[in-house]
């Protein structure tokens, strides 16, 4: 795919949509979602259709500005709600509105059902599992089966977007092991499947996140104040998702474990969107 365009910021007048990026399904919008974006209303309902040229949106100058002053402001003084300002400005200005920021995580959402169907004992992905059985001299070693699993979703490509899917996937997968040790990590029930999927997509949103906006904060107090501040961004990340993908289940979407392999992808999909939408809503509260 190539390294992600957000990654060191966006330049003022470069498209916010890269060429690359595939069209994505988004988020119905006739839902009871009271967090959507208002700006994001293009009255069209056929939201897979390419975008022409000049209907790509343009980024502002300065567009990660105001999401690093509230997010410094965060760092100096561990005002929660600078936080939310810090996160929502990043979703709205730095990444163009949640729908546009979804579209761009087209990358992630493909890492995202690929770990799924890895781990869930999916018969698309049994050669997969089968290559991973042969390289991995030991299964009961949980890091040596972590690397090779992380490995195989997001395939090293010597871009950051690849790296950065391996880590997301190999903490999503030593998170669920921290709440159930004897998970067979090449064959997850249902439930455990979702907790994955869910666990990697706002960790690698976080990543990027923090790779765009966070180096700042590190100069704004010590080091362990730093990192307490971080923990508590990431944890406001993994909230998120999980309330989004509460949301979507509420919608009456299926389970992972009641759809086809191809239809995790949209699942993926739906979860970044809603996530990116409450983001964003903290605009609408205030």
């Not at 770990?115 to 299964?139: C, H, M, P, Y």
């Amino acid at each position: 795919m190539g390294t992600s365009a957000s990654l060191g910021g966006i330049g003022g007048g470069s498209p916010l949509i890269p060429d690359w990026v595939d069209d994505i399904e988004t988020v119905s919008q006739d839902s009871d979602s009271e967090t959507a974006p208002e700006t994001e209303d293009n009255g069209d309902k056929d939201t897979d259709q390419e975008l022409s040229p000049s209907a790509v949106p343009v980024a502002p100058k300065a567009p990660l500005a105001s999401a690093r002053r509230s997010l410094g402001e965060f760092a100096s003084t561990g005002d929660r709600s600078a936080m939310r300002r810090g996160v929502a400005s990043y979703i709205r200005t730095g990444r163009g509105g949640a729908q546009t920021a979804a579209r761009r995580s087209a990358g992630s959402a493909a890492r995202g059902s690929s770990l799924a169907g890895i781990v869930g004992g999916s018969r698309t992905f049994e050669d997969v599992r089968q290559a991973i059985r042969n390289a991995v001299s030991d299964l009961n070693n949980a890091d040596e089966l972590l690397a090779a699993i992380a490995e195989a979703a997001s395939p090293s490509d010597g871009t950051n977007d690849s790296q950065t899917g391996q880590d997301a996937a190999a903490e999503a997968l030593q998170y669920l092991l921290e709440q159930d040790k004897n998970a067979n990590l090449l064959d997850l029930d249902t439930d455990q499947r979702e907790i994955v999927l869910e666990r990697f997509l706002a960790v690698d949103a976080f990543k990027l996140f923090a790779t765009d906006v966070c180096k700042h904060m590190q100069n704004k107090g010590p080091l362990a104040e730093h990192q307490n501040r971080m923990r508590v961004l990431k944890d406001y990340f993994c909230e998120t998702f999980r309330q989004a993908n509460q949301r979507r289940a509420r919608e009456d979407r299926p389970s992972l474990g009641r759809i086809p392999d191809d239809e995790v992808r949209r699942v993926s999909r739906s979860i970044i969107t809603e996530a990116y939408m409450i983001f964003e809503g903290f605009f609408d509260e205030s």
